[in-house]
């Protein structure tokens, strides 16, 4: 049983940048594939990012080049940079966590989920 914890969600203008980080509990952190998704108002959950357990990432366009993914195995930790950001990025994000070898970016692939945290990016 893996509990994820996100955290560093806000308000920030547009163009300006946030760092979100999830903490995860349990020892086999490194074993797991790691992502982020959010939900705008009135949409469904969508892919953000992922990383897998060997480091390689993958990004929705909607993110690419303004997002970056990392992990620290040693805190348990992943993290979201998010730079120059839009209104159209408000949403809730969310951690999530598999043990698959491949990095997927369909939700029900994922068994492990936090709260969420609210991003908010005015204009």
């Known amino acids: 049983q893996v509990q994820l914890v996100e955290s560093g969600g806000g308000l920030v203008q547009s163009g300006g940048s946030l760092r979100l980080s999830c903490a995860a509990s349990?020892?086999?952190?490194?074993?797991?594939?790691m992502a982020w998704f959010r939900r705008a108002p009135g949409k469904g959950r969508e892919f953000v990012a992922a990383?897998?357990?060997?480091?390689?990432?993958s990004y929705a366009d909607a993110v690419k080049g303004r997002f970056t993914i990392s992990r620290d195995n040693a805190k348990n930790t992943v993290y979201l940079q998010m730079n120059s950001l839009k209104p159209e990025d408000t949403a809730v994000y969310y951690c999530?966590?598999?043990?698959?070898?491949?990095?997927?970016?369909?939700?029900?692939?994922?068994?492990?989920w936090g709260q969420g945290t609210q991003v908010t990016v005015s204009s």
């Open positions: 999530a966590a598999n043990r698959a070898i491949v990095v997927s970016t369909t939700t029900s692939m994922y068994y492990y």
């Open positions: 349990g020892h086999t952190f490194s074993s797991y594939t």
């Open positions: 990383i897998s357990r060997s480091g390689s990432r």
